[in-house]
């Protein structure tokens, strides 16, 4: 049965009339066809559009985020939790060869995903914890902690891998769970005698 439709007089510019049927021409469809066509696409939303552009351009969805200091990591990672509308947060740790628990940061967002994975900011140090405490408390204020998972497990690295890649391997490797407090995701860090959990404060 095909669809109902109805006629719908409207007045436009003759040059947008003109661009209509020269579109409509070179795809093989009737005016008709072109402008209800572009009618539909403009009510598909944002992430549609934007992953259209994306696969355009050859860039993948997900943007590694560029790591230069503790400071500038923190103001990084909570400049995306307070303004980029994020969806869900991913928190995992791994080791290098300076660090016993550098933190792995994920977020992702309606069009796109943000990948820090080789941060600054070393948790195993004790002065490291106040920038913890605010990224914890930054997800308490935003209402986004019931959104935050953690991995269970320590992660390999993964800078050297592509993005899309990397983001895998954490999925895989540190097997995320939901968190429910700041002591689940300390708790991994804790069975390394890193942290003593339960001297550990989350930010007021």
Do not use: W
């Not at 769970?177 to 804790?190: A, E, G, N, P, V």
Request: hydrophobic share 35%; with cysteine; glycine share 4%.
């Amino acid at each position: 049965m095909a669809k109902e439709s109805k006629p719908l007089g409207i007045r436009i510019a003759t040059n947008l009339k003109e661009r209509l049927s020269l579109s409509a021409e070179k795809h093989g469809r009737s005016l008709n066809a072109e402008i209800a066509l572009r009618l539909r696409e403009s009510f598909e939303s944002k992430s549609q559009v934007i992953d259209e552009i994306f696969d355009s351009m050859s860039l993948g969805k997900i943007q590694r985020m560029r790591s230069t200091s503790t400071p500038a990591d923190t103001k990084r990672i909570l400049s995306v939790l307070r303004n980029m509308g994020t969806e869900k947060i991913i928190l995992g740790a791994r080791k290098n060869q300076l660090n016993n628990a550098v933190l792995i940061f994920v977020a992702q967002t309606e069009s796109i995903t943000f990948l820090m994975d080789n941060t600054s900011i070393n948790m195993a140090r004790k002065p490291r914890e106040l920038e913890v405490q605010n990224i914890f408390h930054e997800l308490d204020k935003l209402g986004l902690l019931e959104y935050t998972e953690y991995c269970e497990n320590y992660l390999p690295e993964t800078s050297g891998l592509e993005s899309k890649n990397a983001l895998q391997v954490i999925l895989e490797k540190g097997k995320p769970h939901k968190l429910i407090d700041i002591s689940d995701f300390l708790y991994i860090l804790s069975v390394h005698n890193i942290f003593n959990t339960s001297e550990f404060h989350s930010q007021g």
